[in-house]
């Protein structure tokens, strides 16, 4: 309990940290957003005018420790202020719109590489020199060497383009309306093919490869020995011994990567048109929409944090030694 309550203060002290880094940064940069979008305009306007549009976009002039407790009461509440690219829609209602499919496609390709790479790699790392392990670990290695988007548009032109399998952008078809029914469900699940797809391909040889060395090494221990001589059944050595420690860095990774699947599908959405966060991301750059780009850094640091609690919560179920510190 110790242990958790000081890692729950460090994670809070971290976030702390988090908002007020992303408060600092954007003004200390030259300029600011409106007045980026101002210039496109040749010093058309007058003063009044350009703090008209000031106080439109929501920007406080005040005194900066107003602004920024200002700016803590906003963030606590999910209030990010109005996008500069999208004016008048505001930050919290664009970025509703793309979280759901990024943590969509997220979530399901993270749980079928980290799912299919274990169990490879527990496979493989028990069974040793077969057919497998002198197979896959190569087989994997060379998927996994490609840049991502090179292989995303490899597949876009072959099995969107070419052949015609799978659909080419979009989260879903143009011709469906959304709605809880098979027809819109089926849509969603082929469109999500051809972007999941590759990137399960490219990420399950490192899950695998991760957990055969780790794997190998347990099964080094002396624990694994005497679990043998007792008698144990290779069943029982394999899962509740071996597989169980040599989980743990696995789970490490695990955790870092839910956190970094808010900004993990960036290409992937730009390859596949897919409307997600990484889409926005991009865009918000290319525009200069500093009230979005902020935002959506914000959300990946404070999901990273919170990935990271939730392995450490992890970890006392599963490393005894842990709960003692």
Request: proline share 5%; aromatic share 12%.
């Given at each position: 309990?110790?242990y958790?309550i000081?890692?729950i203060g460090?994670?809070?002290?971290a976030?702390w940290?988090?908002?007020t880094?992303?408060?600092?940064?954007?003004?200390t940069?030259?300029?600011?957003?409106?007045?980026?979008?101002?210039?496109?305009?040749?010093?058309r306007?007058?003063?009044?005018?350009?703090?008209?549009?000031?106080q439109?976009?929501?920007?406080?002039?005040?005194p900066?420790?107003?602004q920024y407790?200002?700016?803590?009461?906003?963030?606590?509440?999910?209030?990010?202020?109005?996008?500069?690219?999208a004016?008048?829609a505001?930050v919290?209602?664009?970025?509703?719109?793309?979280?759901?499919w990024?943590l969509?496609l997220?979530?399901?390709?993270?749980?079928i590489?980290?799912?299919l790479g274990?169990?490879?790699?527990?496979?493989?790392?028990?069974?040793?020199?077969g057919?497998?392990?002198s197979?896959?670990?190569?087989l994997?290695?060379?998927f996994?060497s490609?840049?991502?988007?090179?292989?995303a548009?490899?597949?876009?032109?072959?099995?969107?383009f070419?052949?015609?399998w799978f659909?080419?952008s979009h989260?879903?078809?143009d011709?469906?309306?959304?709605?809880?029914?098979?027809?819109?469900?089926?849509?969603?699940?082929?469109?999500?093919?051809?972007?999941?797809?590759?990137?399960?391909?490219v990420s399950?040889g490192?899950w695998?490869?991760?957990?055969?060395?780790?794997?190998?090494?347990v099964?080094?221990?002396?624990y694994?020995?005497?679990?043998?001589?007792?008698g144990?059944?290779?069943?029982?050595?394999?899962?509740?011994?071996?597989?169980?420690?040599?989980?743990?860095?696995?789970?490490t990774?695990?955790?870092?990567?839910?956190g970094?699947?808010l900004a993990?599908q960036?290409?992937t959405?730009?390859?596949?048109s897919y409307?997600?966060?990484?889409?926005?991301?991009v865009r918000?750059?290319?525009?200069?929409d500093?009230?979005?780009m902020?935002?959506l850094?914000?959300m990946?640091?404070?999901?990273?944090?919170?990935?990271?609690?939730?392995?450490?919560?992890?970890?006392?179920?599963?490393?005894?030694?842990?709960?003692?510190?």
């Open positions: 309990m110790k958790l000081r890692q460090l994670y809070l002290l976030a940290a988090s908002l880094l992303n408060f600092i940064l954007p003004r940069m030259p300029g600011d957003p409106v007045t980026a979008l101002l210039g496109r305009m040749h010093g306007l007058n003063p009044a005018e350009i703090e008209a549009i000031k439109a976009y929501g920007f406080n002039t005040g900066i420790l107003d407790f200002q700016y803590l009461s906003h963030a606590l509440r999910g209030d990010f202020g109005i996008s500069i690219s004016y008048p505001k919290s209602t664009i970025i509703a719109t793309g979280f759901m990024t969509l997220g979530a399901i390709t993270l749980a590489s980290f799912v274990t169990a490879l790699g527990v496979l493989i790392a028990w069974r040793r020199s057919f497998l392990d197979t896959l670990p190569g994997t290695g060379f996994g490609f840049p991502y988007f090179w292989l548009m490899v597949a876009l032109y072959f099995l969107g070419k052949l015609g659909p080419m989260a879903y078809s011709y469906i309306s959304p709605g809880f029914n098979w027809e819109y469900i089926s849509s969603v699940l082929k469109h999500m093919v051809l972007p999941g797809g590759t990137i399960i391909l399950v490192g695998m490869m991760g957990m055969r060395s780790t794997m190998i090494a099964l080094n221990e002396d694994i020995t005497m679990a043998e001589a007792k144990l059944s290779q069943r029982t050595v394999m899962f509740r011994y071996a597989m169980r420690n040599a989980l743990l860095p696995n789970i990774q695990f955790g870092m990567s839910v970094f699947i993990g960036l290409l959405e730009m390859v596949f409307p997600g966060l990484g889409f926005y991301l918000s750059v290319t525009t200069l500093y009230p979005l902020q935002a850094f914000l990946i640091t404070l999901a990273v944090l919170a990935a990271n609690l939730l392995v450490d919560i992890l970890y006392v179920r599963l490393d005894p030694r842990v709960r003692v510190r």
